[in-house]
């Protein structure tokens, strides 16, 4: 809860006005209320499984997994040249997969699943290059991964 003087702040009625106007409406419209478990997984999209994937109760990969549009389902090797990602080095291109799925969806949109983001000292710099690359990124996290900072 906030304190008296926190909540007479311009700046926190600000917030809470987009919120309100902005954000609510579209929680509301999307029933991000119902958003409670693993309802939506990859499948959800694309309508199939990746190449590789696995779900399970706790984290399942310790990859960095770039689920994308191919005429048909394959893995590329993580040991082709992948560009910008070499200057993460051995250990990132290692952990690096990038599967192709024949799912329309994906011709206009890119998954990126990464476990443990909180704990990647990397991860920033990981983000930073994708963010140059594309128009927009939504993250999507468990907050329970919080508790353990």
């Known amino acids: 809860m906030l304190n008296r003087t926190m ?14 106007d902005k954000i609510l409406p579209m929680e509301k419209k999307y029933l991000f209320n119902n958003f409670y478990s693993q309802q939506l997984t990859h499948e959800y999209f694309i309508d199939e499984d990746y190449p590789g994937m696995r ?7 310790n990859r960095f997994i770039v689920v994308t549009y191919g005429g048909n389902d394959h893995v590329i090797p993580n040991n082709l ?4 990602n070499q200057e993460f080095g051995i250990v990132f291109l290692s952990q690096f997969r990038c599967c192709c799925v024949n799912a329309s969806v994906l011709k206009k949109l890119t998954i990126v699943d990464k476990t443990e983001i909180l704990s990647s000292d ?12 594309v128009d927009i990124i939504l993250l999507f996290f468990d907050p329970e991964n919080f508790a353990d900072l």
């Not at 311009?10 to 917030?15: L, S, V, Y």
């Not at 040249?81 to 910008?84: A, R, S, Y």
């Not at 990397?122 to 690359?133: D, G, I, P, S």
């Open 81 to 84: 040249p992948f560009g910008t």
């Open 122 to 133: 990397k991860f920033a710099c990981e983000l930073e290059c994708l963010a140059e690359q």
């Open 55 to 61: 779900i399970a109760p706790g984290l399942t990969t």
């Open 7 to 20: 909540q007479e702040s311009p700046i926190i009625r600000n917030f809470e006005r987009i919120y309100n």
